[in-house]
């Protein structure tokens, strides 16, 4: 298990031992605090729990990420988040931005905040930026909406964002449309977009996923070179542990809604505390190992969220589920395994692997 | 995608306020679309020439629309009477001419009022969804349920047979169809990314329908509007041949088709031509409106 294979992962050398002493929470000032969300959709087959009492922190100057499968409810978090979807009832708990409570917030209220505050950023820039109008124009137009820019200022500052997100000849470019520019591109445009008005947190929903893989380490690198710009934090969601490992500080492990696993990222990677999380870590090849050990992939598939299986939601898949009337019966709860670092199971790593 | 050539030729720092960069934008590939259409480009002429015609029809037309020719009641075309003359003795090649003007009148003015409260209420209620799109719908499919013909009879009982008449007439029912084509447009496309993306960012309603929404949804509005200017000018003839239309003597299309009917052995020509300039003008709009179907659909780009 100690053998982290993600942390060979490209473009991200070194940045665990730069990030090693950062125990605890981050440094900076707590910026968004979820206690306890609660998120259901309610349709014609049942109720979907989609966020499962959820808590966590997130510290300006950090990036957070929020780890797992489709359909862990990693996104409905963020959107949850961001007041974007209508037919999600958020039944108990509470998003704490700056103090205030977002779920209190009015529409016009959370219109301010979308994009002035919190920003976000989307999995594919193909269809994230929109096809009829220039990509200046829809980079000045936050300046426009959010800032009181007249139309020059807000095109100068457009210029000057497209720059600052490594877009050549950003003047040249302003001008173009979406579909003339590459996948890479696209994706620094709609970052420069996000930070025009210089948010305090930036939500990145699987940023680079659509991406080639060539490209992913450097768009990342922008994202992260301009968070320390503009002083903001990032919540990065994304499936991929490569990402997580060279960028992130703090992170959470989602499985079927609930979160499974809460910590730093050094902490979670190095003493993974859930087997779900295991189960991920080896399921990542590793460019660097002589191939003697194959990849072990999770078993079955992750469950309905309708019918969620009893007890601890995982134990159908988990290889040490094997204590009768525990896994299958009781919900585990979160556990402090030292560090700040949270996990729900009813164990601990040292019960499942004997060792 | 020209970004390598953009890249390559970005050395020089010199000309960083040009427009050098050539952006290929989607009106100049569409119009690219649309030339290859022979039908398409044979009807955009016909329609400027028929612009023309109302512009300069005081140039173009020998008579006036009253001017009477004593000696002459329904005859046949001739070289002093081009298309002949109608049962009072008037010019029908003029009257026609003046009529291209009452046609181009009527097909604009009432495709406008379709499109401006189509275009309205259709995007409120596909952006909006939920029970007030319900409710309009419900409106408006109520509405299709009343032939515009009905309508017109009661529009013209008070307000009169006039020209403006009509066009308030096929107007207010023509909005109808824009709202529906609209809202469906608008249902599809407030699911796209990046409106989600402009949600996302703060954007508010009314900009995200109109400046981010809209201008996708031409697409259809511009096809069905260029149809719908042809399909009024033909309901116009519908009304007018019904005796609901404008009063003689406005030099309408319809109208002359109708009061030649009486005369459809001895004296052809009274319906012949005012019919066929409804006809291929109709046709023009048709084809025009089917050209910029193709050429504006994104989905057959790279053909």
Known sequence: MSDLTATDAPGAPGSLAESANRFGSGSGELLLSLEDLEAVFETDDGVVQAVDGVTFDVHRGEVFSIVGESGSGKSVTAMTIMGLLPTVKVRSGSIMWKGQNLLDKSENEMRRIRGGEIAMIFQDPLTALNPVHTVGRQVAEMGRIHLDMSKKEAGERAVEMLGLVGIPEPRKRAKMYPHEFSGGMRQRAMIAMAIMCEPDLLIADEPTTALDVTVQAQVLEVLVDIKDKIDSAIMLITHDLGVVAGLSDQMMVMYAGSQVELGTTDEIFYSTAHPYTEGLLNSVPDLLSDHSEPLVPIKGAPPSLINRPSGCAFHPRCPYARVPGVCSDTVPTLRDEGHGHLSACHFTSVDWTGE | ?303
């Open chain 2, 1 to 303: 995608m020209s970004l390598p050539e953009a890249v390559a030729d970005s050395g020089a720092g010199e000309d960083m306020f040009s427009d050098e960069v050539r952006t290929t934008s989607l009106w100049v590939d569409a119009w690219k679309r649309f030339r290859r259409n022979k039908l398409a480009i044979i009807g955009m002429v016909f329609i400027f020439g028929l612009i023309l015609v109302a512009i300069f029809a005081d140039l173009i037309a020998p008579y006036s629309i009253t001017e009477r020719d004593s000696g002459e009641f329904r005859s046949g075309p001739s070289w002093d009477h081009l298309f002949g003359t109608d049962i009072i003795g008037r010019d029908v090649f003029s009257r026609i001419v003046y009529g291209s003007r009452v046609s181009l009148r009527i097909g604009i003015f009432s495709t406008f009022i379709a499109m401006f409260i189509g275009i309205l209420v259709g995007s409120f209620a596909g952006y909006t969804g939920g029970k007030t799109e319900g409710f309009i719908m419900r409106f408006i499919d109520m509405f299709l349920a009343i032939p515009y013909i009905v309508l017109a009879i009661a529009v013209a009982t008070v307000f009169g047979r006039s020209e403006n008449s009509v066009i308030l007439v096929l107007g207010l029912t023509g909005w109808l169809a824009v709202a529906r084509i609209v809202r469906s447009t608008f249902l599809q496309l407030k699911k796209v990314e990046y409106v989600e993306a402009a949600r996302a960012l703060g954007f508010g309603k009314f900009r995200i329908m109109y400046r981010h929404i809209l201008p996708n949804a031409l697409q259809p509005i511009i096809v069905f509007g260029t149809i719908a200017i042809g399909s009024t000018i033909l309901a116009e003839a519908a009304l007018s041949f019904l005796g609901v239309g404008p009063q003689d003597p406005t030099p309408a299309w319809g109208l002359m088709v109708s009061q030649g009917k009486g005369d459809l052995a001895n004296a052809p020509h009274l319906t012949f031509f005012p019919g066929l300039a409804i006809s291929l003008t109709v046709l023009a709009f048709v084809f025009v409106g089917d050209g910029l179907r193709d050429a504006l659909d994104p989905k057959l780009k790279d053909r």
